[in-house]
């Protein structure tokens, strides 16, 4: 007898762990079932994927949804859409809301918020304070919990922790990978002068290279120090990259899209809307996250999606903040640059699943394979589109790309069995869920 699936991909050219082939793929109880051959089997349901690339769920590790308190910005529902029509099948979103994510209380409210209303799966990071860091252990094995992040800069109460001891504090008690903004704090309060009235291309010239390299050297130090493991996030400097690779034993790191696509040149036109922290910077030091990616020392790609209104954004420097949206273009801009030779689409596939799968330990994601869940993101590699802001899911409403040709294009989102995203459009309410992680699964 013929086996039935729920659903069949057929005839398009999947990209996994063992390379890239046409074949079809059977899902079922929203995991996936078989790969191969599957023309003699049926389904409820069939989708034609001739032409299409069927790659694993892309998994964003940073971004910024903004609730609960700032939800005139972005909330889950929403930051959730802008994931799944870019392709995004899992985000693991920051702590910085208001109230901060930090306690047992405020994750869990946060995880009743999205399951069910998200409509990618997710996790949340939980702040590092000197007040949990005691607790880190436990709070980084909580349900929903992506583990701990911690501010070394660019951040003000609470969730800022600037010098070694209190980062040390943390680390200490933490048995999972930690994540780490990583700017000298006083380097960045000593140069508050540099800062130019209504001119952000002052901006890389306050937050500089020394600034980041010197905070990453310390936290390198302090890990070896304890014995953590620690996930340095959107590297933005070249010096960083010589660095980490040498300290691949301890420590991984992150890679965004604007820093691998924009430079310094474009404040011109694009002013304080490419205004982030780390910050844009000269083209070297972009050609230097490229090095990164080339040799391999970049581990994953996080869009750091941390969306503002425009009349925010439009406040003059520096009284304007700093954040852009990003996780509904991380996945065309990389194919954009896949199809320029500036990667290859294994390369791509494996900062943006196997990678984060890897690192973060996520149980059941980042591959296709039997009995994984079936997040796949389908691809088409030759269309030509126009990204605009009247595309965005965001609530925000705005890309730095906004009139930016690219190829390459997220044509569907599964997200565990079920077609989120068809053609631009949302298929199905939100169902998603908290990922689920092998180190907290342990006990």
């Not at 631009?424 to 309410?429: C, D």
Request: hydrophobic fraction near 40%; aromatic fraction near 6%.
């Amino acid at each position: 007898m013929a086996p039935i699936y729920d659903l069949i991909l057929t005839g398009g050219t999947v990209v996994n762990h063992d390379g890239e082939g046409f074949r079809d793929v059977g899902i079922n109880g929203g995991r996936v079932a078989a790969i191969g051959d599957l023309r003699q089997a049926s389904a409820g349901e069939t989708i034609d994927c001739r032409g299409l690339h069927i790659l694993p769920g892309v998994v964003d590790s940073q971004v910024h949804f903004r609730e609960p308190g700032l939800e005139h910005k972005e909330d889950l529902e929403t930051g959730s859409r802008a994931a799944v029509l870019g392709g995004v099948t899992a985000v693991f979103e920051m702590p910085n809301t208001n109230p901060l994510t930090t306690s047992e209380t405020t994750l869990a409210d946060k995880v009743r918020r999205a399951t069910g209303r998200m409509h990618c799966d997710f996790a949340f990071w939980v702040g590092g304070t000197r007040d949990n860091a005691k607790d880190a252990g436990d709070l980084e094995r909580l349900p929903g919990a992506a583990g701990i992040k911690v501010f070394m800069g660019s951040s003000t109460g609470d969730l800022l922790v600037e010098d070694d001891e209190g980062v040390a504090s943390i680390l200490r008690n933490t048995r999972r990978r930690a994540a780490f903004h990583s700017e000298d704090e006083f380097r960045l309060r000593e140069r508050l002068g540099e800062r130019i009235e209504g001119d952000p291309s002052s901006h890389p010239v306050w937050r500089d290279e020394i600034a980041a390299l010197r905070c990453t050297e310390r936290l390198v130090r302090i890990a070896r120090q304890v014995r953590a493991r620690i996930h340095v996030l959107h590297i933005s400097t070249a010096e960083e990259i010589g660095f980490l690779e040498q300290h691949k034993d301890v420590a991984t790191c992150e890679a965004t899209p604007h820093h691998l696509t924009l430079s310094a040149d474009d404040y011109a036109q694009l002013g304080t809307l490419i205004q982030m922290n780390p910050p844009v910077r000269a083209a070297r030091h972009r050609e230097g996250v490229w090095q990164g990616i080339a040799q391999g020392v970049v581990d994953v790609l996080g869009s750091d999606h941390a969306p503002h209104t425009l009349a925010e954004k439009a406040k003059p420097y520096p009284a304007s903040p700093s954040g852009m949206t990003g996780v509904q273009t991380l996945v065309p801009i990389m194919l954009d640059h896949v199809n320029a030779g500036r990667l290859t689409l294994q390369r791509f596939v494996d900062l943006t699943s196997h990678g984060p799968q890897r690192i973060f330990g996520i149980a059941r994601k980042g591959r296709i394979a039997a009995g994984y869940d079936a997040d796949l993101t389908i691809v088409d590699l030759k269309r030509r589109e126009i990204i605009a802001n009247a595309q965005q899911g965001s609530k925000a409403g705005w890309t730095p790309y906004d009139g930016r040709q690219v190829t390459g294009w997220p044509v569907g989102t599964i997200v565990r069995g079920r077609r989120v995203m068809w053609e631009g459009e949302i298929a199905t309410p939100g169902q998603g869920r908290a990922v689920e992680f092998s180190e907290a699964l342990a006990g």
